[in-house]
């Protein structure tokens, strides 16, 4: 643990943020920055009024704040990887840039999977439920949260990803509820054909002429594994519409987060295939339609 005395990280933070404004970023980034490596709040850092401390606890070094934060601006390094720290629903997650850094619009999937469980034909006993390209782990964190009395399967084609997420497992707790699993799809479930109570996933739907169009911080640093959804950005959709069947349950859920303009074309898609009913579009809280819910005949 390092000391930082309150003049000192007072005049670099006044700096900072006007460093942040001309490089075009937000300054709320710098204090996000700063409440997760020291032990000031966010009002102290609004009002200015550490700037009188003796010491404030940190842990990293003035200049390793400095260097963290101009890797932010010249860099467009997401501040997420540089303390390789989110917090999404009620988790602190680790995230590396061997993991997509969840989003908080993803957050809402949780709660279409738990409403999702209210449809007459859901099967409430011995549920499983699997996340597939589970990457930090969120989305299989978020469902052993909501249904503690459930297994869930989080699969990932990244040994480095899995290793990401079995870690964010063990530091809340839940670990014991989780079995991660090394494969692409569903490969590594063959035992469950059939018995899968619901899939939930945030597969790659960018595609893939868009992704060098990203944000710099996207584009340059997430891992394009976790991105890139072919031609049209529908490719592992697809997949997924028609292999989950010989995994779901009657009355199993279908449950996936999109990109903007492809939610119809993927409510399409499951009609065709036949053996889904009860189709929805979901949106996101802006308003956004985002995901796609059905469930299996």
């Not at 014991?176 to 054909?193: A, C, K, M, R, T």
């Not at 074309?265 to 499951?270: C, G, I, K, M, W």
Request: with cysteine; hydrophobic share 40%; glycine share 6%.
């Amino acid at each position: 643990m390092n000391s930082i005395s309150g003049k000192e990280l007072y005049y670099w933070y006044q700096q900072a943020r006007d460093q942040a404004r001309s490089w075009g970023i937000d300054a709320n980034e710098l204090d996000w920055l700063l409440q997760v490596t020291t032990d000031l709040s966010s009002l102290s850092l609004k009002l200015g009024s550490f700037e009188t401390k003796t010491k404030i606890n940190s842990n990293k070094s003035l200049s390793e704040l400095q260097q963290l934060w101009q890797q932010r601006l010249q860099e467009h390094f997401p501040v997420q990887y540089l303390v390789e720290t989110v917090f999404w629903r009620r988790f602190q997650l680790k995230v590396t840039p061997a993991v997509l850094i969840p989003r908080p619009e993803t957050e809402l999937i949780i709660d279409i999977a738990v409403e999702a469980t209210q449809h007459p034909d859901f099967k409430a006993s011995g549920q499983h439920w699997v996340d597939l390209g589970t990457g930090s782990g969120a989305i299989a964190l978020g469902l052993a949260d909501s249904f503690p009395d459930s297994q869930i399967h989080g699969v990932d084609c990244s040994q480095s990803a899995l290793t990401v997420a079995r870690e964010n497992a063990v530091n809340l707790g839940l670990a014991s509820q989780i079995e991660f699993y090394h494969g692409s799809w569903w490969n590594p479930l063959v035992f469950l054909q059939g018995k899968v109570s619901g899939m939930v996933a945030n597969p790659p739907y960018i595609p893939t002429a868009e992704i060098s169009k990203l944000q710099p911080e996207v584009s340059k640093h997430e891992p394009h594994l976790a991105l890139d959804g072919g031609i049209d950005g529908l490719d592992d959709v697809r997949y997924l519409v028609q292999s989950a069947p010989q995994y779901l349950m009657s009355g199993g859920i279908w449950l996936v987060e999109l990109a903007i303009a492809q939610a119809s074309t993927v409510a399409q898609l499951l009609m065709q295939q036949g053996e889904y009913y009860d189709i929805q579009v979901l949106s996101d809280l802006n308003d956004i339609d985002r995901f796609v819910l059905a469930y299996r005949r």
